[in-house]
């Protein structure tokens, strides 16, 4: 007789639930992963950017700083280059920054940094110079990004140098003109002595401009040029002159100008108190205007100017014959921003100048309005 067989042998069926996952939900669960790690790889790319513009903001400040320690213990003399920072045995900073996400240069002692977004290099003190670290290149080559004005290093470089916005117009020293710590916004400045031979010139022939402004801050108790302009590179005698700003011997703001006759504007107010000072001399279809530190001075009507070839003086302009000509045809004093833009300033932008906040602000400013050249003369 048969044994049956005992329970322990009897097969059971499958228990129910153990057949895996469907190709559906393996499906939806491929899913939600690729979700989730897309989620997880947004948010950390979002911290590496705010990490990088966290890390450009301090390296500013730390560069900021140590060119701040500089200049107070050498005068700004001579002008703060990384080797300078970066050198000697108490060095001011021990390395300088290197980072992938922006890129921060020092250039005619002007601190600068250039992030993915920019197309150029952008000054430092300037609101929002980090925003674009860490971040995807710009492809715009206009000269503003989404909010950021960019400029170019070159426009800023010190006097002596290419210091033109357009790069086509270098500004030289002659005789005993020199660089000084002294100036506006406690930057630099061109240092005159008012005797022959000591002022700048351009280096490049130019047409005179018959709609143009000038632009300069002064500093001076004696009566002489502040800018002109001859057909003559030097300061030998020109055959044509005209476009000239000056103090004249009651220390009045004067600006003329040669329409084939003489054309001036004179200050109400004399400004030889050694205080510094911000003067533009406007012409174009609006008038012969005359601004000093923000305000319309002196205002005629005007006509058409008489046109030529020449070269800009600054610190120095040629009167043979002019009414009302300064005792000294050479700048004695300080002169600093000096710009010739190829347009008629409205006064809001003359206000915008005059009411800068820095020297990089004013900077800023004013190469936005396109000049044909400008020179800092703070090196």
């Not at 001859?230 to 476009?243: E, G």
């Not at 008489?306 to 610190?315: Q, V």
């Amino acid at each position: 007789m048969r044994q049956r067989p005992s329970a322990a042998h009897i097969p059971t069926e499958p228990p129910v639930g153990n057949d895996g996952f469907t190709l559906i939900e393996l499906l939806i669960v491929i899913v939600v992963l690729g979700i989730l790690a897309a989620v997880v790889v947004f948010s950390l790319g979002g911290v590496a950017t705010s990490a990088s513009v966290a890390a450009c903001q301090s390296d500013v400040k730390t560069i900021e700083t140590a060119i701040a320690a500089y200049n107070a213990q050498t005068g700004g003399t001579p002008v703060v280059t990384t080797s300078l920072l970066t050198s000697g045995s108490h060095p001011y900073v021990t390395s300088w920054s290197s980072n992938s996400g922006y890129t921060i240069t020092l250039s005619g002692g002007t601190l600068y940094v250039q992030t993915p977004s920019d197309a150029s290099p952008v000054l430092a003190s300037q609101s929002g110079s980090c925003a674009g670290a860490g971040g995807s290149s710009s492809t715009t080559s206009s000269t503003t990004t989404s909010s950021t004005t960019t400029t170019t290093v070159a426009s800023l470089l010190p006097i002596g140098t290419d210091a033109s916005s357009s790069g086509a117009n270098a500004g030289t020293l002659q005789g005993a003109a020199v660089a000084s710590t002294t100036g506006p916004f406690s930057a630099g400045s061109l240092s005159l002595p008012g005797t022959s031979g000591s002022y700048m010139e351009t280096t490049t022939q130019v047409t005179t401009p018959s709609t143009f402004s000038l632009v300069a801050w002064f500093k001076t108790t004696s009566p002489g040029a502040i800018m002109g302009f001859t057909n003559s590179r030097s300061d030998a005698p020109a055959s044509n002159y005209d476009r000239m700003v000056w103090i004249d011997g009651a220390g009045k703001l004067v600006f003329g100008v040669w329409p084939y006759t003489v054309s001036e504007v004179t200050s109400p107010q004399s400004y030889n108190d050694g205080h510094w000072h911000f003067v533009v001399a406007t012409w174009g279809s609006g008038g012969q205007s005359l601004y000093v530190d923000g305000s319309l001075v002196a205002h005629v009507a005007s006509s058409p100017v008489y046109t030529y070839t020449g070269y800009w003086h600054i610190g120095f302009a040629y009167f043979p014959s002019w009414p009302d000509a300064p005792s000294s045809n050479y700048f004695l004093g300080n002169l600093a921003d000096v710009a010739i833009i190829p347009s008629e300033l409205s006064a809001q932008s003359v206000t915008t100048l005059n009411s800068a906040p820095s020297s990089s602000a004013e900077s800023q400013a004013m190469l936005a309005l396109n000049p044909s050249a400008f020179w800092p003369l703070n090196g």
